[in-house]
Nanobody
Framework: QVPLVESGGGLVQAGTSLRLSCAASGLTFSQYHMAWFGQAPGKEHKFVAAISRDGSTTLYADSVKGRFTITRDNAKNTVYLQMGRLAPEDTAVYYC??????????????????????WGQGTQVTVSS
């Protein structure tokens, strides 16, 4: 059973919107900080956005601030990435990632991809100009 499954990617035109979803299973979702990373061909994972276990804290890459919004629904074990005003440079495989951070750990939500131990298989987003 794959713990994280992304969906919602596709081929879209520049200026449009897309919503990615990541459904979690087999883990206590509310104990995990969640994040989205993008990986363009031949490049490393690039931080996009992160959200704390309870949704109270969000982090964004400068390149997506004001365009993308990360949210989560702990009742549905799902995290979302609403992507707006898409541009060709947003083209990448987008991965959902989870960082185990129970409340007693005091662990804050972070940007580094090495902080996240559980990953989905990715969903392709292609933005045409």
């Amino acid at each position: 059973q794959v713990p994280l499954v992304e969906s919602g990617g596709g081929l879209v035109q520049a200026g449009t919107s897309l919503r990615l979803s990541c459904a979690a299973s087999g883990l206590t979702f509310s104990q995990y900080h969640m994040a989205w990373f993008g990986q363009a061909p031949g490049k490393e994972h690039k931080f996009v956005a992160a959200i704390s276990r309870d949704g109270s804290t969000t982090l964004y890459a400068d390149s997506v601030k004001g365009r993308f919004t990360i949210t989560r629904d702990n009742a549905k074990n799902t995290v979302y990435l609403q992507m707006g005003r898409l541009a060709p440079e947003d083209t990448a495989v987008y991965y959902c990632a989870a960082d185990y951070a129970p409340e007693y750990s005091g662990r804050n939500v972070r940007r580094g991809w090495t902080e996240y131990g559980t990953w989905g298989q990715g969903t392709q987003v292609t933005v045409s100009s």
